[in-house]
């Protein structure tokens, strides 16, 4: 199927109608608030929803990207507060929780635009989280951007190449071992024609995107962790200088692409003037890549559940990225590396003590096991014992994350996730 006819099939669907009526209700020249989530796929969104309501509705557009998964109503309030009212407020790749209702109380419209398994559903918005066909979600919040784009006017390029970029930071296609999924497949066919470089395997050092153990990545998932690495890089304040807030800058480094011709290397793509500062937190991203090696090489065989291998990384984070509710650094090199050791049914729990808290993320491949219903139980049991405690977990089927504040222990987390896991083992190791 070619990409228009993908478009023009999912506009007759409800969920995509209703958005774009809620869109064209509001007029021109409204004022939006975009919350988006702060990873490489949420801050590609905030950078295509911006465009789409710039360009095609005039609209005055405020981005937010904080470091917490869930929005909360206090955080929204804060921003109205203090820059006044919107008409409308969009939350995107920030998980579908029935809570987001809570919103409408101070944004009378509120659109979701989301592809994480919904927690709950929230009535009073405009939830745009398409499943497809199969009953499976998108493969990234970018692309359900980009269609909605594309149903409103044209992307060009660098909308195209910045979607492209979201997909890769949430595993919608590889390029080394040709992996494509199935709704993103459209997408990835009309982009590939027009930007083949980006596209092709190369000899090169593995991303963290990539499998690890042989060296070939491509150019998308270079500048993909380059992106990933920009939204870190205030944590990187000590060797680089304060630069600001990392997902903000990523949105500079968007903005400052538009125009241009679409990027042939890294080199170009980080060539302005916001470029060269990822540049630079990019390398010694890489060097701490290298250096995290020797903490995630050995996991811990936990059991079986049926053929699947149930694996454990108890690891600390490194020093600058212990202060984050999010999986920063140590996580990706866990998933990298263990992508790389020839596996083929697997989950991996990469359990992380912090500073800020326990946060836990989960990857699976090659089984049926569901990383996000086991991270949302394990949440919602943790939360029954802890109450009025923010914990959190959900995401997807193969990869989900999970965090709890320092107010609850990190042993009374280790405790009720291997209590769960006891339940689910077929085969305990002994
Ligand atoms: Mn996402």
């Not at 919904?118 to 499943?131: I, S």
Request: glycine share 8%; net charge negative; hydrophobic share 40%.
């Amino acid at each position: 199927m070619i990409y228009g006819e993908l478009v023009s099939r999912l506009r007759e669907g409800q969920d995509f109608q209703r958005t774009v009526e809620l869109l064209d209700d509001l007029g021109k020249r409204f004022r939006a608030l975009n919350f988006s989530h702060n990873d490489v796929d949420g801050v590609c969104c905030a950078f295509l929803i911006k465009r789409t309501l710039e360009r095609f509705f005039g609209a005055e557009v405020v981005s937010v990207m904080p470091p917490s998964f869930m929005l909360t109503v206090e955080e929204v309030r804060e921003i109205v507060n203090r820059t006044g009212d919107f008409d409308l407020l969009v939350i995107s790749d920030k998980g579908t929780f029935g809570s987001y209702d809570r919103m409408t109380g101070v944004i009378k419209r509120v659109l979701v635009i989301d592809h994480h398994q919904p927690q709950g559903y929230p009535d009073r918005c405009t939830v745009l989280n398409p499943k497809a066909e199969t009953g499976k979600f998108m493969p990234a919040s970018a692309l359900v951007c980009h269609l909605l784009m594309s149903m409103l006017g044209k992307p060009d390029d660098v909308d195209d190449l910045v979607a492209a970029i979201g997909c890769r930071g949430d595993l919608a296609f590889d390029i080394v071992d040709g992996f494509c999924d199935e709704m993103a497949e459209p997408f990835m066919q009309m982009v590939r024609e027009k930007f083949p470089v980006l596209f092709e395997p190369v000899e090169d050092e593995p991303t963290i995107f990539d499998r690890a153990g042989r060296r070939k990545t491509s150019l998308i998932s270079q500048m993909a962790e380059a992106v990933h690495a920009g939204t870190l890089a205030h944590l990187y304040a000590e060797e680089i200088g304060e630069v600001g807030y990392g997902p903000d800058l990523v949105l500079n480094l968007f903005e400052e692409i538009v125009g241009g011709r679409p990027p042939a290397s890294l080199e170009e793509f980080l060539s302005g003037e916001t470029g060269r500062v990822i540049m630079s937190v990019y390398k010694k991203f890489r060097e701490d890549c290298t250096r995290l090696e020797d903490r995630v090489k050995d996991p811990i065989f936990l059991g079986k559940i049926g053929k699947t291998e149930v694996l454990l990384v108890f690891a600390r984070e490194l020093k600058r990225a212990a202060k984050t509710t999010f999986s920063a650094i140590l996580p990706f090199v866990a998933f990298s590396h263990i992508r790389g050791s020839g596996r083929s049914n697997w989950v991996l729990i990469v359990f992380c003590p912090k500073d800020a808290g326990t946060q836990i993320s989960m990857r699976a491949e090659g089984t049926e096991i569901d990383c996000a219903s086991f991270l949302s139980e394990l949440a919602r049991r943790l939360a029954s014992r802890y109450r009025g405690e923010r914990i959190g977990g959900g995401g997807h089927k193969e990869a989900a994350g999970f965090f709890a504040p320092p107010s609850v222990p990190v042993y009374a987390v280790l405790h009720e996730m291997v209590f769960l896991l006891e339940e689910m083992l077929t085969e305990p190791a002994v």
